[in-house]
Nanobody, 124 residues
Framework: EVQLAESGGGLAQSGGSLRLSCATS????????ITWFRQAPGKEREFVAA????????DYAFSVRGRFAISRDNAKNTVYLQMNSLEPEDSAVYYC?????????????????WGQGTQVTVSS
């Protein structure tokens, strides 16, 4: 059974940091691009950051570039999202998603496996 489990969300102050984790199982992790999306109340789900299956490529939404960093540990089948300089606008439910290819993709419909999400709330 394929599982993606996000953790690390919570409450942070503006300017603070959180580190999200996406622990996976049930598929060949090395073959999958992993991406973080987020969804705030009343808004569409949006791309945040992606890392290719090889780890050689990554990309970020303009709104988080320079503040967030995505990484993966293929030995642990886990992807991380380090979030620094958090802003209230970063408040959302954060989801990790997996797709079987080596590259980057920005549309949610590309991804076949999803976690349940973790809530991030940033207070001003």
């Amino acid at each position: 059974e394929v599982q993606l489990a996000e953790s690390g969300g919570g409450l942070a102050q503006s300017g603070g940091s959180l580190r999200l984790s996406c622990a996976t199982s049930g598929f060949t992790f090395d073959d999958y691009t992993i991406t973080w999306f987020r969804q705030a109340p009343g808004k569409e789900r949006e791309f945040v950051a992606a890392i290719s299956s090889s780890g050689g490529g990554s990309d970020y939404a303009f709104s988080v570039r320079g503040r967030f960093a995505i990484s993966r540990d293929n030995a642990k089948n886990t992807v991380y999202l380090q979030m620094n300089s958090l802003e209230p606008e970063d408040s959302a439910v954060y989801y990790c998603a997996a797709a079987r290819f080596n590259g980057l993709a920005y549309r949610a419909r590309t991804y076949e496996y999803w976690g349940q999400g973790t809530q991030v709330t940033v207070s001003s």
